[in-house]
Every structure is written in C-alpha cells, then in structure tokens.
C-alpha cells in the first residue's frame, strides 16, 4: 500500500461488536491497543493493564475481524524485562488470542526484543514518539521530539526498528515535519496519530473518534460523531418510558 501510495486506516477495538463493525466498515488494520487500560478499565495510564487482559479483548476482536489484520499491543512489562520473556509474550497473543501481529514501544533498546519475536515468525509493529508506557519517563502528554537531539533519536530509532524487521510503525504525537521525513527514509509504513498528513496511515481511537469519550480532545483527535449525546438522549428516553409506563407495549409483549 505504501508502494501505491494508498493510506493505510487503523483504528481500535477492544470487543466483538466494535470490531465486527470496524471490520463491516473496510478499515484495514483493527489495533487492540492497551488504551484498553484507559477507555474500558477506567485507569488513568496504560500501564496496569495486564498480558491476561490483553489476550482477552484480542480474541473479542479476532473473533470478529472476518478481513482487518488484527494487531494487539503487548502491555507495559510484557517485553521489557528478557528477550525470551518478550517472545512468550508475543507467542501467547498469537497463540491463545490469534492476534496476526503485535505492537510494541520503544526504539534502539528493545531491538533485541524484536528481533527475537520477528525471528519466531510473529510480525511486529514498532511504537515512537509520544510512547505512553513510558508516561512517568516524560512526565507529560506533550508533544514528543520538538528539539533536534530528539527527532535525531527517534529518526535513528526508526531505522533500527526498520532493520530490526518491524513490517510498520506508529508515530505518536511528533511534529508532522519529522513524521514527513521519518515517512520518506523508511521502506516500511508509517501510521501516525498526531503526527500529521504525510504519514502512510493514520490511527485513532475509535471511541475518541466517534464521540462517545467527551473528557479528551486534544487537536489531532477529528470527531466524526457524537455518540455520547446519541446515547445518552436514547438511555434517558427508555428510562423515562419505563418510568411513565411507555414501555413495554402490548406489541412488545408475549400473549
Ligand atoms: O493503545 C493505543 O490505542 C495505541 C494507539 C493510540 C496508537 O497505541
């Protein structure tokens, strides 16, 4: 696709029915991202959420994906501590999730890890620029590589995530300058979530995208709905239809 010069679409899923209709809706890879830990666990970070967890909401997607890749996200301390710990890792999220590939952050220092997994045959997409398990390393959200030490590591790093055998990699909330030129050098595809036009795919969370999460909105999230309102009105009128003896009618019920 980057070869065609197509746009490669991601987009998140956690469970079945979001994933049947991220699937029904021609979006190329479904990410089951440890965002999970924020938008379905409540958590204030992606750090608590468990390989368990993970493996979890991975077969509630796979299970619907009849034609996305699938790619889930091993969570923070599933692959940093050993190479060998890494592979399990990445070997139970295809085995036991069938998940087609995994996501995981970091430059330079977890190349070992990669290698090891690409090795064993499981493809593995690479995560730079704003990293979120590395939160309490940054100590803000902000937007990552705006200094020119930065964007020079993160350039190297991407060229080793590339040599490592990482088949894309999602840049997160850099300048869209740096993105371009990251886009431009690599071979393989870039995915970018605030990282500008000039990336060979964008990501977002589905829930920030369809409106349903109103406490966030940084700029580079676009709304495309607002299902919180949507739901909201629809819950508040079946509450008051049952309330007010609205609901059930007698064409809702069994003689
Ligand atoms: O966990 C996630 O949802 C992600 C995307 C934001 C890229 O990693």
Do not use: W
């Not at 595809?189 to 060979?200: E, F, H, K, L, S």
């Amino acid at each position: 696709m980057k070869g065609r010069g197509e746009k490669i679409t991601m987009l998140t899923a956690y469970d079945y029915t979001m994933a049947r209709i991220v699937d029904q809706a021609g979006i190329d890879i479904i990410l089951v991202g440890d965002s999970a830990s924020n938008v379905i666990a409540g958590h204030e970070t992606t750090l608590p959420i468990t390989l368990e967890q993970m493996i979890y909401h991975t077969g509630c997607v796979v299970r619907a994906a009849e034609r996305a890749l699938v790619v889930a996200d091993l969570p923070f301390m599933s692959y940093q501590v050993t190479d060998t710990g890494a592979l399990k890792s990445a070997g139970r999220m295809m085995k036991e999730a069938g998940a087609h590939a995994v996501k995981l952050e970091g430059g330079a220092v977890v190349v070992p890890a990669i290698r090891k997994i690409v090795d064993a045959g499981i493809p593995v997409m690479g995560h730079l620029g704003l990293t979120p398990q590395s939160i309490y390393k940054f100590g803000t959200y902000k937007v990552r590589a705006t200094d020119n030490r930065e964007a020079e590591l993160l350039f190297e790093d991407a060229r080793s995530l590339q040599e490592a055998g990482c088949f894309a990699v999602v840049l997160e909330k850099i300048p869209a300058s740096l993105a371009a030129e990251v886009t431009a050098a690599l071979d393989i595809p870039t995915i970018g979530i605030g990282a500008g036009q000039n990336c060979d795919g964008q990501v977002l969370v589905t829930h920030d995208m369809l409106g349903l999460n109103q406490d966030f909105s940084p700029r580079f999230i676009r709304r495309y709905a607002d299902l919180h309102t949507v739901m909201t009105e629809a819950i508040r009128s079946y509450g008051s239809d049952v309330k007010g003896g609205a609901f059930p009618d007698t064409s809702e019920q069994y003689d």
